[in-house]
C-alpha cells in the first residue's frame, strides 16, 4: 500500500513539473489520466476508512423513516447495513446536511435495500462530484489567467482526491463539486447561482458555507467598504439560509444536524494540533501530579482557541481579500478550519487543497 502510494505521489509530481515545462496541454488528455486512475478504485472495497457503510446506513434508516440526526446505525439491529459501521459511529448521530441524508436515504430505496449497492451508488455519487469539479477546473482557471492543464492536475489527479475522495468515497466530493460549480458561476458574473450552489453543498457538508461568504463578499466588485458589501452579503445569506432550511424542513428532519456538528470531534488524535497539545497538556498535568484536571475541560479550552484562531485569520483573509485573492483565501480559510479544529482528517485537507 505505501509502496503504491509512493509510486502515485511521484507520478503525479512528475506530471506537474512536464505541464510546467508544457503549458498548454489539452484538457482531454488529461481526463483520460484521471478515468485510467480512478478505475482501479472503482472494483475495489472503500479503502482507507469506513465512512460510507455509516453512510449507507444513514440511508437505511431514511429509507424507513428513522431520523439519523437522533440515532446512530445501531438502531437498524443487526444486519448487513451495521456490520461495515466502525463501532465508533455505531450509537452516533449523523452531523451531515439534509441534501445529503435526502439522497443516502434515496439510494437505499433504489437499492432494494441491499447494502453493497447502496455503497456502489454513493461512490459513483463521488465520482460525480469529482467529474463536476473537473469540468468546472479549466473555466475557472482561464478566468484567472492561469494554465487549466496545471491546475487540473494540481486539483483533479491530486492523490488525496483520487484515493480519499473517490477510493474511500467520502461525501465530500458532492460537497466539493457543487463548491466550485458554485464559484465558478460566481467567478462568470451569476452571483445568485453562485450562491444557490454553495448553498446545496452546505446542505451537504456545512464548511462549504465558507463559499457562501465569499460570493456574497465579491458580489458587486472588487473595492469597496464593508457598508457597500454588507447587502449583498444579507441577500446571499438570505437566499442560502432560505434553501438549507428549506431542504431540512422538507426532508422531515428538521435542523437536528446543526446541534450535531461536532461529532467528528469525537476522534481524539494527535494529527489535530489543537487536540494533541489539550491532551499533551492533561497528561502533563497528570505528571506533576494535578489529577484532578479532566482532559475533557482542557481539549475543551484547545479547541476552542483553535477554532477562534482559524476564525479570526480567516476574518483577516475575507477583509483583504481583494489583495490576498478571493478563491486563495478562501482555500487557506477552509485549510485552517482543518489544521486548527477538533480533528484533522486526510479528506478534509481537500476542502481547501481543491
Known sequence: AYGGLVLLIRVWYGLMKALARRPGVPVRYLAW????????????????????????????????????????????????????????????????????????????SVSLHHMLVTVILLRLAAVAGVVLFAACIPALARSFGKDHGAVF???????????????????????LGLLVAGITAARYKHPVWGVLLCALAASVKVPAALGVIYVGWAWTGPGLSLRQRLRPLA??????????????????????WIANLGTPGTVRSWLAPATGIG???????????????????VLSVTRVLGLGA?????????????????????????????????????????????
Open 33 to 108: 489520466i484521471f478515468v485510467l486512475w480512478i478505475v482501479p478504485m472503482l472494483v475495489i472495497a472503500p479503502i482507507f476508512s469506513r465512512d460510507v457503510y455509516s453512510y449507507a446506513a444513514q440511508g437505511e434508516m431514511m429509507s424507513h423513516h428513522i431520523n439519523p440526526y437522533n440515532y446512530g446505525p445501531y438502531t437498524l439491529g443487526a444486519g448487513p447495513y451495521v456490520i461495515g459501521v466502525d463501532p465508533l459511529w455505531l450509537n452516533t448521530p449523523a452531523p451531515y446536511g439534509p441534501l445529503f441524508l435526502l439522497m443516502d436515504g434515496l439510494f437505499a
Open 153 to 175: 492536475v494540481m486539483a483533479v489527479l491530486n492523490p488525496l482526491v483520487i484515493l480519499m475522495l473517490i477510493g474511500a468515497a467520502h461525501n465530500d466530493a458532492p460537497m
Open 235 to 256: 441577500k446571499a445569506g438570505a437566499i442560502s439560509s432560505a434553501i438549507v432550511l428549506g431542504l431540512s424542513f422538507a426532508s422531515g428532519l428538521g435542523i437536528g
Open 279 to 297: 491532551m499533551g497538556l492533561t497528561g502533563l498535568a497528570h505528571a506533576v501530579g494535578l489529577t484532578a484536571v479532566p482532559m475533557t475541560t
Open 310 to 354: 482559524a476564525t479570526a485569520i480567516s476574518v483577516y483573509l475575507l477583509w483583504h481579500s481583494d489583495r490576498v485573492g478571493g478563491l486563495r483565501a478562501l482555500g487557506i480559510s477552509m485549510l485552517l478550519f482543518v489544521a486548527l479544529g477538533p480533528v484533522v482528517q486526510p479528506w478534509y485537507l481537500t476542502w481547501g487543497v481543491v
